[in-house]
């Protein structure tokens, strides 16, 4: 994107960095980039809904990526502080060893989908491996 474009623009360029944070997976920056601006009123409803989806989404990876995760790893990698994250990952269903102040994540069971998958995956290599010999 031309420099001239976004100089006309801030927002516009508040948009471009936080699609280059995106881009990189810098959740901090993510983070830094939605909370950091004063958005429109046009823009930000979409903004909104991008906080929402992304903590959902940051979330679930948590959850399936960590078995144990200390309060200030996931409240960085949430966009949110130490105090709000109780809140969020509580509702998730992770429990806070009161001892050593870790969370325990939400181990998240295979569905049955899941294994059709691997099993369809599984059928396919044959096949593969088949095509080949």
């Not at 100089?7 to 920056?29: I, S, T």
């Not at 130490?82 to 295979?110: F, R």
């Amino acid at each position: 994107m031309p420099v001239e474009v976004k100089r006309e623009n801030p927002e516009l360029d508040a948009v471009w960095r936080l699609l280059q944070y995106f881009w990189n997976k810098h959740y901090q920056g993510i983070w830094q980039a939605l909370q950091g601006y004063q958005w429109s009123q046009q823009v930000r409803p979409f903004i909104d809904a991008l906080v929402v989806k992304t903590r959902s989404e940051m979330l679930q990876l948590l959850s399936e990526g960590y078995s144990l995760l200390a309060p200030a790893k996931a409240a960085s990698m949430l966009g949110v502080s130490e105090a709000e994250v109780t809140h969020l990952v509580e509702a998730a269903g992770w429990k806070q060893d009161m001892e050593s102040g870790m969370y325990t994540t939400a181990i998240q069971q295979a569905t049955d989908a899941d294994l059709d998958g691997y099993e369809n995956l599984k059928q396919l290599a044959q096949y593969m491996v088949h095509l080949e010999s």
